[in-house]
């Protein structure tokens, strides 16, 4: 097995060198009768290591011989925190016992296989130990953070930096990166991968003092550049149907998100945010930087480099391989924007307002914003008259509020907050037109001086209006999102014209069965009789005080008159007089 790692652990040691020159810590003089686990026993260092400073051992480690110096460890690299392994071990155990995870366990010891099978018993398995010193934390202007770590046993300090890899051009050595590295980037990039670039270099003789006064443009450059780290960030599976009701809705959706323009584009057409065949244009500095007014900005197609846009209306351009094909087989209209934080600044600074707006309306991916250019958004679509809804992954903005793993959320809230706009406006109106229906009830009825009576009253509110409006209350939203809207407004035309048209449905109702009733004969007779017995009641009224001076007899005689006129008829009036 010894062999078997030397091989890999050659390959993995020419690349660290390429990073971080190194030299011999610890060296070692080798008796007679030695063998390479031996060794590693004996002085504190893991197989794998030995292997990688030694490359001169042969495959079965039989060619050591007496008073033959061999390296231990390479400074700043140099491993001495080891574990002799014991019959039954596995990497889970390993990994319990130390407190690390597997990643870590197979990165320090690349001569174990993927199922740990090939732990044999006396070997010393490889543990790093990095202490933390100081960490710059990330900061999204800049796009990147970094630590300061020291090895334990170490003279030197290393500066590691991770972000995005755009940026790492600006503070890494020229002659780290490989020769293909845009078109790595951009490879990984267009299929949607998420992409992190590592950075770093050793600082020899660095103290804890000074490594605490270290100003961060300092530790941040002449970085050598290490590697790219690939993350794979697949869709849930909720987030393409979710988006897809929404735009089956009319409603416009955006992305706005920190990572690579192409990495969002990806994602975008991956869940349907913008078609397959649609053109994507993205923005670039043709001259001048984002903090000059006279830059010029120049939009190009990702996917056909001969299609151009308009840099005042952002309207696509007829390429000059089209000028012979008919307008109307072109679709103009298939075209998405791709916005970048800095250009984005640039044109909220410098663009004309019409073309900021045009912008505003026509993108739907936002790219490398950070978290102010993200509110900025917001806020300018807000202006626009949008109403805006944005939406975070909830394990990073508000993990207390919601446990939702997907999208979906989105479209309850959108359905929920129409049912309450909807059933708010509905429960108004059946409160006015209750009032107003019920005011011409009686005020037809004041006509022949009659009106509702208690319990009458009673009946229409418990057994009519509460039922209905707890109902209304209750009801549910619709599955689907309409894509009309309901309308946000009580002063608006179509709820007084709601209203209004109620009140004159329900108000001719009323006055056609009031006069239609009002012709039967049983009814005609009734109120001829009740009319005539008021007549009476209000001239016996107006007859009392001119009576007022006769006496106790004319008191007797007025309420004789009374009691006639109540009795309801004509004859009883006259015989009390």
């Not at 940026?167 to 020769?179: A, G, L, N, Q």
């Not at 509110?375 to 509020?401: H, K, W």
Request: glycine letters at 6%; one cysteine or more; a neutral charge.
């Amino acid at each position: 097995m010894f062999a078997r790692t030397a091989v890999s652990a050659i390959v993995a040691a020419a690349f660290a060198s390429s990073a971080l020159a190194a030299s011999c810590a610890r060296t070692y003089t080798v008796q007679a009768s030695e063998y390479c686990d031996a060794i590693s026993a004996a002085q504190n260092v893991s197989t794998y290591q030995l292997a990688v400073v030694n490359p001169q051992i042969n495959q079965g480690c039989t060619n050591l011989l007496p008073g033959q110096s061999l390296c231990l460890g390479n400074t700043g690299e140099d491993c001495q925190t080891t574990y002799k392994v014991v019959s039954g071990n596995t990497c889970d155990d390993l990994t319990k016992q130390f407190n690390i995870n597997s990643t870590i366990l197979y990165a320090n010891n690349p001569q174990i296989n993927a199922d740990c099978s090939n732990l044999y018993v006396n070997e010393h398995a490889h543990f790093l130990e990095l202490g933390v010193i100081r960490t710059f934390e990330f900061v999204s202007q800049l796009r990147r953070m970094s630590v300061i770590v020291k090895r334990l046993k170490s003279n030197s300090m290393e500066v590691y930096t991770k972000g995005a890899p755009e940026v790492m051009t600006d503070i890494c050595e020229k002659d780290s990166f490989p020769d293909d590295y845009d078109d790595l980037l951009s490879y990984y990039t267009k299929r949607g991968y998420r992409v992190i670039a590592i950075a770093g270099k050793s600082i020899e003789g660095l103290s804890w003092l000074k490594a605490q006064r270290m100003k961060r443009e300092q530790a941040e450059s002449g970085l050598q550049f290490l590697g790219l780290v690939i993350f794979e960030n697949k869709l849930k599976p909720g987030t393409a149907p979710a988006i897809a009701a929404l735009r089956a809705a009319h409603l416009p959706c955006r992305m706005i998100t920190g990572d690579n323009p192409l990495t969002a584009v990806s994602v975008a057409r991956e869940c349907n945010l913008i078609t397959q065949t649609a053109h994507v244009f993205a923005p670039t500095f043709k001259r001048g930087n984002p903090s000059t007014p006279l830059s010029k900005i120049e939009w190009n197609c990702m996917d056909d480099p001969e299609w151009e846009l308009d840099d005042y209306s952002l309207k696509p351009l007829t390429p000059p391989s089209h000028h012979g094909i008919e307008a109307d087989m072109l679709d103009y209209q298939d075209y998405a924007l791709a916005v970048t934080g800095d250009v984005f600044r640039w044109m909220i600074n410098h663009a004309a307002l019409e073309t900021l707006q045009r912008m505003l309306a026509r993108a739907q991916i936002f790219a490398r914003m950070s978290p102010d250019e993200k509110n900025e958004v917001v806020e300018r679509l807000q202006a626009l008259g949008y109403t805006v809804l944005i939406e975070a992954e909830a394990s990073v903005a508000a993990p207390f509020t919601s446990k939702t793993p997907d999208i979906s959320c989105v479209l309850e809230v959108i359905r929920e907050g129409r049912a309450a706009l909807v059933t708010s406006f509905s429960c108004f109106k059946y409160m006015a037109l209750y009032s107003l229906i019920q005011f011409t009830t009686i005020t037809l009825l004041y006509s022949f001086a009659s009106s509702l009576g208690d319990f009458q009253f009673l009946y229409i509110d418990l057994f009519i209006i509460i039922p209905v409006a707890v109902t209304m209350g209750r009801t549910l939203p619709f599955p689907r999102i309409h894509p009309k809207r309901p309308t946000a407004s009580l002063v608006s035309t179509p709820v007084l014209a709601s209203i209004i048209g109620q009140i004159v449905l329900t108000s001719a109702v009323q006055f056609w069965a009031f006069f239609w009733i009002r012709r039967q004969p049983w009814v005609a007779d009734a109120l001829s009789d009740r009319a005539l017995a008021v007549q009476h009641r209000r001239a016996a009224r107006a007859a009392a005080p001119a009576l007022g001076d006769l006496g106790a007899d004319a008191n007797s005689n007025v309420r004789a008159i009374d009691v006639a006129v109540c009795g309801g008829g004509e004859r009883g009036g006259v015989d009390g007089v």
